[in-house]
């Protein structure tokens, strides 16, 4: 039972313009909410994160969006650059579970020149 | 570069063989965490040490065990092993006090022929 899904396993963007990447989970009681990138060949590299109190969090070109609601979140990158290139994990995590992160199966985000 | 050392980087046996896997944490990180990645899946959690005593466990199969020293480095052991368990294998570490941010190292690559 996959309790976090990134549903589009690649996006192509164009230089310049918005990569959104989204994620859907399905327990409620996840409260904390990360992103993460992954170069070939190295380890994921945490980028940004929310809380389940908050809606959004910027951190320079890097915005997480997150409805509770509708159980979704999702990162918005902008403006794309080609080094941005990477696969992209989001993670959940739930009080209490010692920080243990459940992934998705990662976005390969293209941003073409 | 996270701080966070895995040995070895590639690791090549055959079915039946038993293997082990070391990581080093950040400085100052008290808590350990393992990944599996295989091929199209997202990154499973396995198991979890803080300051050498395990706080949570995962998809983790008999076969596999850890284990976290005195000196904080932690080592992954497989036996038995499979074609199936061919992976990645990452290693987390994250700070004393709790936090989700984990810090992720290069991963030791395991194939299994």
């Known amino acids: 039972d996959q309790q976090v899904k990134q549903n589009s396993p690649s996006l192509s963007v164009q230089e310049g313009r918005i990569s959104i990447l989204n994620c859907d989970y399905t327990n409620s009681m996840f409260d904390y909410f990360l992103w993460y990138k992954k170069y070939p060949a190295e380890g994921p590299t945490f980028l940004i994160s929310i809380s389940s109190i908050k809606d959004k969090n910027e951190d320079g070109r890097f915005t997480v969006f997150l409805n509770k609601s509708a159980k979704h979140l999702s990162l918005h990158i902008v403006p794309s650059q080609p080094g941005d290139s990477a696969v992209y994990f989001c993670?959940?995590?739930?009080?209490?579970?010692?920080?243990?992160?459940?992934f998705g199966k990662g976005t390969l985000l293209t941003v073409n020149p | 570069d996270s701080g966070v050392t895995q040995t070895p980087k590639h690791l090549i046996t055959a079915t039946g063989q038993r293997v082990t896997l070391r990581c080093s944490p950040r400085s100052g990180d008290l808590s350990v965490y393992w990944y599996q990645q295989s091929l199209d899946q997202g990154l499973q959690f396995l198991i979890q040490?803080?300051?050498?005593?395990?706080?949570a466990k995962g998809n983790i199969l008999e076969r596999f065990s850890a284990q976290q020293f005195p000196d904080l480095h932690s080592e992954l052991n497989l036996s038995s092993l499979e074609l199936g368990d061919s992976a990645l294998y990452f290693c987390?570490?994250?700070?004393?006090?709790?936090?989700?941010?984990?810090?992720f190292g290069p991963g030791t690559r395991l194939t299994v022929l």
């Open positions: 993670a959940a995590s739930l009080y209490g579970s010692n920080y243990k992160l459940t």
């Open positions: 987390a570490s994250s700070l004393a006090g709790g936090t989700n941010e984990q810090f």
């Open positions: 040490y803080y300051n050498g005593e395990e706080r």
